[in-house]
């Protein structure tokens, strides 16, 4: 048997090398893989030579046998967290620095103060029951779903928390194909209510119908009474119901609709107890992206 060392005298864990060009010193890249993005562990981390490998390590601390996981797992942690949480394939490279560095070259101020508002948020975060949520809202292609990913990002990586996004439309889809197949839909409910942190994009899509109403009802509910952490995107203005008519093809842009005609007083009137809104404002990303003389 080999002896127990103290653990000053154990080698260092492996790390990811900081002038790698790939993962810039952080240990992982993320990669758009057909429909998702896909983070793996960069090939600059080395084997490691702290647990050789088995990701767990026994050492003497303090004179006592301790046992417990290698620091060298960190990042294949997070990256099986980052992979759980199903972010689509085309927001592979949305990051805060990203969504800042567009802002900045376009001369975006909104957006500059979007991004500035979820940092503060991000460092305001705090793990557990009641860690208070953020709602981003704006016009379409403002650059909301890029912010939200941006935040899964930082929550997963930084803080190793366990999220889920969810696109609305494909809930409602992936609920509907279970109920044809004879499926209950408890355990897909059961998994958005319980996950320590729901990101649902686009809030307040589709076509509402009584069932759909139901189903955002559940979801924000269920998260609501166990004071769960969601985030969200909306292209409707933050208001309780208004009865305007629904919006058409001609007014994507200006929907008279606020979120509350969307979802309910109810789910809206959760959501705000449950999240701080912030406005992404600015031009379509798409328009600046297409450059000057569009
Ligand atoms: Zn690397
Ligand atoms: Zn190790």
Redesign the pocket.
Known sequence: MTPVLPIEQLPA??AADRACPHCKGEGYVVEAQAELAVARVCACVPA?A??????Q?TALVDGQVRSGR????RVPDRVARFNIARVPGRYAEATLATFMKGAMEWNEQKKQQAAAAAMTWLKGWRPGEGARGLVLHGLVGRGKTHLLIALIRELVFRHAVTVRFLEFSRLLATLREGYSEGRSDSPILRELATVEVLAIDELGKGRLTDWELQVIDDVVSRRYNSSACTLGTTNFRPGVATGAAPPNAAMVDQTPQTLGDRVGDRVYSRLREMADFVEVGGADCRELLRGPGR
């Open positions: 864990a492996a490691c702290r647990c050789g490998g088995l990701g390590i290698c620091a060298c797992q």
